[in-house]
């Protein structure tokens, strides 16, 4: 289990350190397969340092352009997150029946039994095709995704390709914030980095490997199998619990380099869940009072920004 710590370590420093890190673990903590908490974090923290720093000393592609392609992929997954199980359910050819995320009716697909308004294709299909394309450095094939995007969220006229969610489907709802796929905001946010990006040379887009893709499965197996939808509780509390553990991360990052890169893909949901909560009061679902969804959503921006020039500061005076 202790390999697993490692994996938070970028793979040359496993390579030269790894065997070293695992021995001087079994020597501190003998016969247990997992050390304490409190190391286990210390770990952590200190894989986050050395990944950021790797990345921060790779001058294969500017800041910007490597915050941009973040940014890109946190919308992807933002867009992504309602449709988890009905992605799912359609991959794998099921009828949910009563377990449908809140449509008028249960019979989507050619296959499904119910009434017979049919879809063929589900929404949360183009910003899948979005993330992995964007996962991999392939631009040219996450922009027209994301122009789809546009396209069923402003139109009326796929209805029999994607249905009713393409329109009025649920959306998001991280920390109260209602972002349905009729609002554009994010679907243009997303359709505007990908345009950044696919007017770089290829070559200078970090392409993750596709093991990167095994947490996504994952998430899909969870909603798909267990019918957990964006509006249960159960949802919204572990996803507040990865968001909180990401912010953290990007200010480690932060505070390990003094680069600002990790600060736009943070501002760009930030944007995004403010307008919406800004355009659709109404909606909003008062999970938390407004003042301290605000405050969440607002405040690790001059945090990061801070540290960052904080870092910048001490890296000068030395």
């Not at 200190?46 to 720093?53: D, L, M, W």
């Not at 994952?218 to 909180?244: C, D, K, N, W, Y």
Request: with cysteine; hydrophobic share 55%; glycine share 6%.
């Amino acid at each position: 289990m202790n390999r697993l710590l490692l994996a938070a370590y970028p793979q040359p420093y496993r390579s030269r350190r790894g065997e070293e890190v695992l021995a001087c673990l079994a020597e501190a903590y003998p016969g247990r397969s997992w050390p304490p908490a409190r190391e286990v974090a210390a770990l952590v923290r200190a894989g986050v340092r050395a990944r950021a720093r790797a990345t921060a000393d790779d001058t294969t592609r500017p800041w910007w352009l490597d915050g941009i392609h973040m940014a890109a992929l946190v919308l992807a997954a933002l867009a992504l997150v309602p449709y988890l199980q009905d992605v799912w359910h359609w991959a794998l050819h099921i009828d949910p029946g009563q377990h449908a995320i809140a449509f008028r009716f249960a019979g989507w697909y050619p296959w499904a039994e119910g009434p017979t308004r049919v879809r063929l294709l589900p929404y949360g299909l183009l910003p899948l095709v979005c993330l992995i394309a964007l996962l991999r450095g392939r631009a040219w094939i996450a922009l027209p995704a994301a122009a789809a995007m546009i396209w069923a969220g402003a139109t009326s006229h796929g209805r029999t390709l994607f249905g009713d969610e393409g329109k009025a489907g649920l959306g998001y709802y991280g920390l109260g914030t209602p972002i349905t796929a009729r609002d554009l905001a994010l679907s243009g946010a997303l359709c505007a980095a990908c345009a950044v990006l696919a007017l770089c040379r290829p070559s200078r887009l970090r392409r993750r490997s596709y093991r990167w893709l095994a947490p996504l499965v994952l998430a899909l197996f969870v909603a798909g199998s267990l019918h957990v939808i964006s509006v249960s509780p159960t949802f919204q509390r572990g996803l507040f619990a990865l968001e909180a553990v990401a912010l953290i991360a990007a200010w480690v990052a932060t505070d390990a380099t003094g680069d600002h890169r990790w600060l736009i893909p943070v501002a760009a949901v930030a944007i995004i869940r403010t307008q919406a909560i800004v355009v659709r009061p109404d909606a909003f679902m008062q999970s938390f009072p407004d003042l301290v969804v605000l405050i969440l959503l607002t405040a690790p921006l001059p945090a990061l920004a801070f540290t960052a020039q904080r870092r910048q500061g001490l890296a000068r005076t030395r």
